[in-house]
């Protein structure tokens, strides 16, 4: 039932308090302080399935499809909605604290103890509880048996048998198995798809669900997968927020890897948009190139091109039987499997970085299926590349994709580095069209049809992070006025006759907040790159599941709106600190090359202990003064320590 190392998680935890979440780096503490706020989501992963519940430990029921709380594991929900009582009180109002540990939650109930994690060898979620005999529990668990978008498939009848202590569910869409050990007295019930666990008069018990009738019982396997992340690229400032932080993203980069039937890579985020997209896992890769996880990008991008049209990367992969994935923009329908021409660029550029970390095994007609792709979006043959909204052959934003085609700032800006990859003598004429015709004058030219058009987007930042110019430089110090927050970069500016404060048209996003640290470092604002670095703590500080960085803020207040948990927003902090501050690029990064000058004037040094580049370990310290970059003789490095 609850081993010893399980039992030694819950004894930490219990003695963690809110302000510990200042200085114990491994965990994140929320205690309850009014009836409402343990209703927020939390999310216990791994590389095969995920549960989300509330803070509290609770979930009711969403639609099952878009939405992917409860326990999921591969494309199919098992269970849908979990509620309980604590001596006849409700889980909610007996609930205390919560504990996030690397792979696994904890909660203080009243007369309780809990513990969840999700088995890395075979995606069993485990609901381990404690008591001292004064407990009597009751579960309640709802039976889900439905597919995860693009299907629509839902149980049509379930059976459940019980034998013993064993709930064994069957339908026309999956199995479910449901173990129940205890060391007191227990009785299960059902009626129609829900199952009713009752314990009592225990000292310890565990609930296991599972698509098999044989589980794994291996927390010990699963610790040391989460743990793995914090023994390489570890980051030392005189911040020990930065420094908890970055820990964390790190993990959160891990935790978003997945394996499926379909293939492996990242998610883009919870609880929906649960299945693996282009541009979202592929701006994930550049983080996780430089922390060591080189590997797990090698298994998206080979996701990606398993399903690439012609050299047309994948925009998203649904789960499930692939099939019609339809999104309307202004009453146009698209299947939005092939959705963007920028995951094609960006595969590119990550294959690029893949191979500077690491390596790439994609040969050179891989290449030259996408480029051949994208040169066929160059509609006029000016070395330009073309948006063209009714072929599906946009970037972003999408909400507003219909009024944006031809050549576009963001678009353009990735192609041009992709040309200075793999097309270098086409690099430099394409350059000198791309900055006459974007940079030539004082507007923040968004896209070019017949005429220029002026949108004071996010898309402006793009170009800097590749790109040093002072007509860069000025116009990221113009759009600041309109587009800086507390916490993070508005994606339209408020100047802009556009904005509504939308989802495309203000809304705050980490993403573009990264893409404004990188464009700001590389091109001398360095204290205004800070100021928007700073950001991501702040925010990971004051969520609601304390350490998460949200797909998106409200643009005037900072209320968290979207996904709770967003890969792109964790990878972006990451990015931004190692490329932007510290200028460890994601492409081009040679030890005997590196230098640094960005360190904030607030901090005497940044050590990063462990940095993984090509199989060699290696020791960076910055101050303001000198930099040095020491390699690490691999007997010096625990095997532990080598990545994944």
Not at 344 to 368: A, G, Q
Not at 606 to 615: A, Q, S, Y
Request: proline letters at 2%; hydrophobic letters at 40%.
């Amino acid at each position: 039932m609850v081993s010893k190392t399980s039992r030694d998680l819950i004894e930490e935890a219990r003695n963690l308090d809110w302000d510990d979440n200042y200085t114990d780096i491994r965990h994140w503490i929320k205690v309850k302080n009014n009836a409402m706020d343990s209703f927020n989501y939390s999310m216990v992963k791994g590389s095969k399935a995920h549960f989300i519940s509330y803070i509290n430990g609770v979930i009711y029921r969403s639609d099952m499809h878009r939405s992917r709380t409860g326990y999921w594991k591969n494309d199919v929900n098992h269970l849908a909605s979990v509620d309980g009582y604590i001596n006849n009180k409700s889980m909610g109002d007996a609930f205390l604290k919560y504990v996030r540990g690397l792979g696994y939650i904890y909660r203080e109930y009243l007369n309780l103890e809990r513990l969840d994690y999700i088995s890395e060898n075979d995606g069993s979620l485990h609901i381990q509880l404690i008591s001292d005999y004064k407990a009597k529990v009751r579960l309640k668990f709802e039976i889900g048996h439905t597919r995860a978008w693009p299907s629509c498939d839902v149980f049509n009848k379930i059976d459940v048998k019980i034998a013993k202590n064993t709930v064994y569910i069957s339908s026309n869409i999956s199995k479910t198995v449901i173990n129940v050990l205890c060391s007191g007295n227990t009785k299960i019930d059902s009626y129609n798809n829900f199952v009713y666990i009752d314990i009592e008069s225990f000292s310890d018990a565990e609930i296991i669900v599972s698509d098999s009738d044989v589980y794994s019982d291996d927390i010990d396997d699963t610790l040391n997968y989460h743990n793995i992340i914090e023994k390489t690229v570890i980051l030392e400032t005189p911040d020990f927020e930065f420094n908890k932080l970055f820990l964390w993203a790190k993990h959160d980069i891990l935790e978003f890897y997945s394996e499926t039937k379909n293939g492996s890579g990242w998610f883009a985020g919870f609880p929906v948009y649960s299945w693996f997209f282009g541009r979202d896992g592929l701006w994930m890769a550049l983080a996780a190139n430089q922390i060591g996880l080189a590997e797990l990008t090698l298994k998206h991008m080979h996701l990606l091109f398993k399903y690439s049209d012609k050299g047309r990367i994948p925009h998203e992969i649904g789960l499930g039987n692939i099939m019609d994935q339809n999104y309307s923009i202004n009453n146009t329908k698209f299947n939005t499997m092939y959705m963007s021409i920028d995951s094609s660029l960006l595969w590119l550029l990550v294959n690029e970085s893949v191979k500077n970390w690491y390596k790439s095994d994609f040969d050179d007609n891989d290449i030259k299926n996408v480029l051949d792709f994208l040169y066929s979006c160059d509609s006029d043959n000016d070395l330009l590349l073309e948006n063209d909204f009714m072929k599906g052959l946009i970037g972003w934003p999408e909400t507003w994709a219909n009024i944006r085609n031809g050549k576009t700032v963001d678009i353009n800006a990735l192609w041009i580095e992709v040309l200075k990859y793999y097309r270098n003598d086409e690099y430099d004429y394409a350059l000198k069209r791309y900055v006459s015709l974007f940079f030539n004058e004082y507007m923040s030219i968004d896209f070019i049809d017949s005429k220029a058009h002026e949108i004071k987007s996010a898309m402006q930042f793009v170009p800097g992070i590749f790109l040093r110019d002072q007509r860069i430089s000025k116009r990221l110090r113009d759009l600041i006025p309109g587009m800086f927050t507390p916490w993070g970069l508005r994606s339209m500016s408020v100047y802009d006759e556009m904005y509504d404060g939308g989802y495309h048209t203000g809304t705050v996003w980490p993403l573009m907040t990264g893409w404004f640290v990188l464009s700001a470092y590389n091109n001398g604002l360095k204290d205004e790159a800070f100021n928007a670095l700073k950001t991501f703590v702040n925010a990971a500080f004051s969520a609601n599941d304390p350490g998460r960085i949200n797909e998106t803020y409200d643009p005037v207040s900072f209320t968290p709106t979207g996904q709770f948990a967003q890969g792109w927003s964790s990878s972006m902090f990451v990015l931004s600190l190692m490329q932007g501050m510290l200028n460890i690029d994601s492409m081009d990064f040679k030890p005997e090359n590196f230098e640094c000058k960005n360190i904030p004037e607030s901090w005497d040094y940044v050590k990063i202990h462990n940095l993984i580049w090509r199989d060699k370990f290696y020791d960076v310290y910055i101050n303001h003064d000198y930099h040095s970059i020491i390699e690490i003789k691999m007997s010096d490095v625990n095997e532990d320590n080598r990545g994944l």
